[in-house]
């Protein structure tokens, strides 16, 4: 089983501050971390490997500081490690952005599953997974929370999607990608020796004349998306909770709603 | 303070400082209370590799020494005393062989303590010997080509969780001190069980417990150096060991100390914060004091000990037991008291640090017996000066 992950450095927060200016995330002052989503990502392609055999090929898109990304990736025990960097990538939606990982994949030929986590913590979006398997022409089954099989003729794989109401099976055939959920695993911690690998690994970059591209599908000009706005919602107040017995609390809703006229 | 580590100390640290913050404090109130084994979070403990961090490159290890265990010991120790016992009783088991074993034994018992696939202990106390560790009457009689092994050993950390068993007994009882041997023991062996299980005030997550030897026969191939050596091996690992107890006592303390900081930042009484009174903020500062000196002291012996120049330095080893331990036992009490009633409540950590931190004053050595062996350094080093 060859196994490509896609990861995303995001920054680790939760409060994502924007300049109004430009509508972009500041990223200055704040620290880079592995999209918490995409660790899932990674165990999960360790985990296969380790009970198929083949190889983890971890891959991500950005500029040359995302190498320690993977370092990190090296430290938790990958076999390899892609990073796709240059100028004309820079400014990539997401359509853009998964045509530029597909063509990697498409150097790359040989392999049997792509995996990537449901979205990134930054962009929320979801679109890049998806994305990527569309350009390829594979099929893919989003928000998996189990691999249930790969049969010894790894021509399938059967999962678990998360829907709302729980869960659906799918089957589908290989090479296939999934993307992951938080329940799928618990991601290891990296070892010693794997940070003292990752210490003294070269990282492979591939730039636009690395790959077969499209040029006018890269970057800005790939990108069809626009951001006209960004702006932080106003947080919203805290509600009421009424406490009690049913009827007192229904009793006392009642009485608010008349008193905001809603009824 | 910035103590100049390596890269790779450093990345030993930041491995050890995520297991704690990740896999040990999230469940170490519930490991408190049950008492139960952590065997998840040493299986975590040997996935990070630092099983493998004291011993030697050519049996599966990372050729680090005493500094490193201790920060690993440090860091583990923030989290849960009980976890870094229950690590470092392993190289404890280990120390004995790495330093005084065949290359026969090196090579059978390090790789799979290097993986920490398997676990050792070191078994020296007995019912009747504790301080007083050459009145130890667990035999090891000669017969043909084996050792049979009779007596009871107690406290034992580890003790039915480890695979391996250095155990120190007498081989020949006529000749006294000089009369000990160190055996290794496998878990399985005939004739070796295991007796009560001790129910502690702390470090309630790490077996202590009975070895029962029971006519146990072991091959002689598991004697450790010479007959007769069990004694100065005994006095070997310990004189390695004790930064690793002082480096318990630090995390412990610097655990305590992190939650009192914590606390007294957010406690309002009268209107301010706690921590904006100077009656706290003085016994915060005093409680940083020790924690730094303690540090100070403990990464200079390890690294005075890793250097190899010193040939004796038991004074020096002890000293950075005694200290760390005391330090540990007054500013988790402390710690307890910036959080008042609190404090006082298991809702709270730092009276799980205070529990912890008085069997480092007691194991290993007593503090009393620090005291005497420093004291007796004293004496000696003073005679010789004089001549």
Redesign the interface.
């Known amino acids: 089983m060859n196994i490509i992950v896609f990861i995303k450095q995001v920054p680790e927060t939760t409060e994502v501050k924007i300049n109004p200016e430009t509508n972009t995330l500041i990223r200055e002052g704040v620290t880079s971390i592995i999209n918490p989503f995409d660790m899932y990502a990674i165990e999960e392609g360790l985990r296969v490997r380790e009970a198929k055999g083949g190889r983890v090929t971890v891959i991500t898109m950005g500029p040359p500081q995302a190498e320690a990304a993977l370092r990190q990736c090296i430290a938790m025990g990958v076999d390899e490690v892609v990073l796709l960097s240059d100028r004309v990538f820079a400014g990539s939606d997401t359509l853009a952005t998964s045509y530029t990982l597909s063509c990697a994949v498409r150097k790359i030929k040989d392999f049997d599953l792509i995996i990537c986590g449901k979205q990134a913590s930054d962009g929320d979006t979801a679109q890049v997974g998806p994305g990527i398997a569309q350009h390829l022409n594979i099929p893919f089954v989003t928000y998996v929370r189990k691999i249930e099989e790969i049969p010894e003729d790894r021509k399938s794989i059967r999962v678990e999607k998360m829907v709302d109401e729980g869960y659906e099976v799918r089957e589908m055939k290989l090479p296939a990608l999934i993307t992951v959920v938080k329940e799928i695993n618990e991601p290891r911690l990296e070892s010693l020796r794997g940070k003292l690998n990752a210490k003294k690994a070269q990282i492979p970059v591939w730039t636009f004349s690395d790959m077969e591209m499209d040029k006018e599908r890269l970057g800005l000009d790939g990108s069809p998306t626009q951001v006209i706005k960004i702006f932080t919602p106003q947080p919203r107040e805290a509600g009421e909770i009424f406490e009690g017995e049913a009827e007192d609390c229904v009793n006392k809703l009642v009485e608010k709603m008349k008193e905001n006229k809603i009824v | 303070m910035d103590y100049l580590l390596t890269?790779?100390q450093e990345?030993?640290r930041e491995?050890a400082s995520?297991?704690t913050e990740?896999?040990i404090m999230p469940v170490r109130e519930e490991l408190d209370r049950t008492g139960e084994f952590p065997g998840g979070i040493v299986k975590?403990i040997a996935?990070?590799?630092?099983f493998?961090?004291a011993i030697p490159e050519e049996y599966g290890g990372?050729g680090g020494g005493c500094l490193e265990l201790c920060l690993i010991v440090e860091e583990l120790s923030r989290g849960c005393a009980g976890v870094a016992v229950s690590f470092a009783a392993s190289a404890l088991g280990a120390f004995p062989i790495n330093r005084f074993g065949s290359e026969e034994q090196k090579k059978k018992y390090l790789p799979l303590l290097a993986s920490g696939e398997k676990l050792a202990a070191f078994g020296l106390t007995e019912p009747n010997a504790g301080s007083d560790a050459g009145a130890i009457e667990t035999t090891a009689k000669p017969e043909g080509d084996e050792y049979v092994l009779n007596g009871t050993k107690v406290f034992i950390t580890n003790g039915g969780e480890a695979d391996i068993y250095v155990i120190i007994a007498m081989t020949n009882k006529e000749k006294g001190a000089r009369g000990a041997s160190a055996l290794i023991v496998e878990k399985g062996t005939p004739g070796f069980s295991f007796g009560k299980k001790e129910d502690k005030m702390g470090i309630r997550c790490s077996a202590t417990r009975e070895l029962v030897f029971d006519n146990c026969r072991i091959p002689k191939g598991n004697l450790i150096g010479r007959e007769g050596t069990g004694f100065i091996i005994t006095m070997s690992n310990f004189n390695h060991s004790r930064s690793g107890i002082g480096a318990q006592a630090l995390g412990t303390a610097q655990g305590a100390l992190d939650e009192a900081v914590k606390y007294s930042g957010e406690r309002v009484q009268f209107g301010k914060t706690i921590a904006t009174f100077q009656a706290i903020q003085h016994k915060l500062a005093d409680m940083a004091i020790q924690v730094e000196a303690a540090r100070a002291l403990i990464y200079s012996t390890a690294r005075m000990i890793d250097s190899g120049k010193q040939k004796n330095f038991s004074k020096e080893s002890a000293i950075s037991k005694v200290f760390p331990s005391d330090v540990a036992m007054a500013v988790t009490v402390e710690a307890i008291q910036v959080l008042g009633g609190y404090g006082y409540m298991k809702d709270y950590p730092v009276e799980k640090y205070m529990r912890d931190a008085k069997i480092m004053q007691i194991y290993e050595g007593t503090n009393e017996i620090q005291r005497n062996i420093i004291g007796l350094e004293l004496i000696k080093e003073s005679k010789r000066k004089k001549k």
Do not use: H, P, Q, Y
Not at chain 2, 47 to 50: C, E, K, P, Q
């Open positions: 890269e790779e990345m030993i491995l995520k297991i990740n896999k975590d996935a990070a590799d630092l493998r961090v990372i």
